[in-house]
């Protein structure tokens, strides 16, 4: 119960690595918030929690995000940056990738993270306290091809949060991110073109020679989230099954 009497909201958390996430640190002692576009509140509710409906491209959704959870809780003592677009990508070469879909991609994957930070910062500066962990990707560090809005996105995450960290560190802030391998979530799945370029591929590439699910990334969150790291931030730590060395 390393995070009794914490309350950490988790964006994209009503399905996927989200939902796993989420259930993760509710099995740690922490109180949930899900954000997400469907399902937060029966996915909250299986928790014990908050479901909200948010929109992590749009500033005023994630305002009212962190709003409600400091109404309910009085509170936010975490944020796990999970929202993103990635599962309903078809690969493709990069000069058929359109600005509307590129777009669409780093709004939700970047602005959306930088969003949801924002308004919750305020709330964790005040108490002199927070944990904020983002979910990049592996892809930026090996240069996976064919999807290249959304490596580019997950390499500004990375960037994103180092820089973030310098600014936020002497409020008792830390920023962290988690960059998984190609997860066999219930999207990835389900996106059959998907499981066809890249599933293979990844195996290959892994010493550990099997497909990867979302409960290999949650042992890593919740490590961020919990006293174990207090003297880490502005880290990446890459859960891939060693596809990737730094």
Known sequence: MRLADRVVIVTGGAQGIGRAIAARLHEEGATIVVADLQGAEEAAAELGGLGLRVDVSSESDTEAMAAAALERYGRIDGLI??????????PKPFE?????????????????????????????RSAGYGRIVNIASGTPYKGVPFLLHYVTS?????????????EVAGDGILINTVAPGFTMSDGVVANPVQIE??????????LIQRDQFPEDIVGAVAFFCSPDADFITGQSLVVDGGAYFN
């Open 81 to 90: 940056n999970n929202a993103g677009i990635y599962t309903s990508l078809v």
């Open 96 to 124: 058929e990738i359109s600005v509307d879909e590129w777009r669409t991609v780093y709004d939700v994957n970047v602005m959306g993270m930088f969003l949801a930070t924002r308004a919750v910062v305020p709330a964790m």
């Open 154 to 166: 997950k390499g500004a995450v990375v960037t994103m949060t180092r820089a973030i960290a310098k």
């Open 197 to 206: 370029k890249l599933q293979e591929i990844s195996l290959k590439a892994r």
